[in-house]
């Protein structure tokens, strides 16, 4: 027979919530909501500007050629049609720009038509390419080894009562993080 440990016997107690801890638990459940709800605004609002300048993009002149990661990449021309390719939105003008790159990748690149970005002055987002041609045949596709022309194309629509000239600012890469300046400063 198990004999039992010398001692009074042992009770477990439970603890009775008392009148100032009651109402509490609505409380933290709250918090808990608020806490997640502030921390998803930070990461959706606040971490990409500061990751941004942390692993910010490599600049590049007016001008100046990019040259890394096994490739070679220069602003060749920057071209706006005098007369839009389509009607612009109501109450918008439409500017068509067209950027001619002069691309050598030695490395396999996955970067496709959407990692391109035009920053134009007075615009809030970057606008994303609309269309490339690569070598002249439609489609963002340089070839590996080879040094292919690349024409990028923009639509960019503003108030039609804009009388501002319209000032191209740089064009952004994200595969890799690069930042061509468009416009000396």
Same mark, same amino acid.
């Given at each position: 027979?198990?004999?039992?440990?010398?001692?009074?016997? !042992?009770?477990?107690? @439970? #603890?009775? &919530? +008392? *009148?100032?801890? %009651?109402?509490?638990?609505?409380? /933290? =459940?709250?918090?808990?909501?608020?806490?997640?709800?502030?921390?998803?605004?930070?990461?959706?609002?606040?971490?990409?500007?500061?990751?941004?300048?942390?692993?910010?993009?490599?600049?590049?002149?007016?001008?100046?050629?990019?040259?890394?990661?096994?490739?070679?990449?220069?602003?060749?021309?920057?071209?706006? !049609?005098?007369?839009? @390719? #389509?009607? &612009? +939105? *109501?109450?918008? %003008?439409?500017?068509?720009?067209? /950027? =001619?790159?002069?691309?050598?990748?030695?490395?396999?690149?996955?970067?496709?038509?959407?990692?391109?970005?035009?920053?134009?002055?007075?615009?809030?987002?970057?606008?994303?390419?609309?269309?490339?041609?690569?070598?002249?045949?439609?489609?963002?596709?340089?070839?590996?080894?080879?040094?292919?022309?690349?024409?990028?194309?923009?639509?960019? #629509?503003? &108030?039609?009562?804009?009388?501002?000239?319209?000032?191209?600012?740089?064009?952004?890469?994200?595969?890799?993080?690069?930042?061509?300046?468009?416009?000396?400063?």
């Amino acid at each position: 027979m198990a004999q039992q440990p010398p001692g009074p016997p !042992r009770r477990i107690v @439970l #603890e009775q &919530p +008392s *009148p100032d801890r %009651q109402g509490r638990t609505g409380c /933290i =459940a709250a918090g808990a909501i608020i806490g997640i709800l502030v921390g998803i605004m930070v990461g959706l609002y606040a971490l990409p500007p500061i990751l941004k300048s942390i692993y910010g993009e490599k600049k590049v002149a007016a001008g100046e050629t990019y040259e890394g990661d096994g490739r070679r990449i220069a602003v060749e021309a920057i071209g706006v !049609r005098s007369e839009p @390719l #389509e009607a &612009p +939105s *109501p109450g918008m %003008q439409r500017h068509d720009v067209f /950027i =001619a790159l002069a691309i050598t990748s030695n490395k396999t690149w996955d970067a496709t038509l959407a990692d391109w970005t035009l920053e134009v002055r007075g615009i809030e987002n970057w606008l994303p390419a609309a269309s490339a041609s690569t070598d002249g045949q439609p489609g963002f596709d340089p070839p590996l080894g080879q040094a292919t022309r690349v024409e990028l194309h923009f639509i960019v #629509e503003r &108030p039609a009562a804009e009388t501002r000239p319209l000032e191209l600012e740089a064009l952004h890469l994200a595969n890799p993080r690069v930042r061509f300046a468009l416009a000396e400063p």
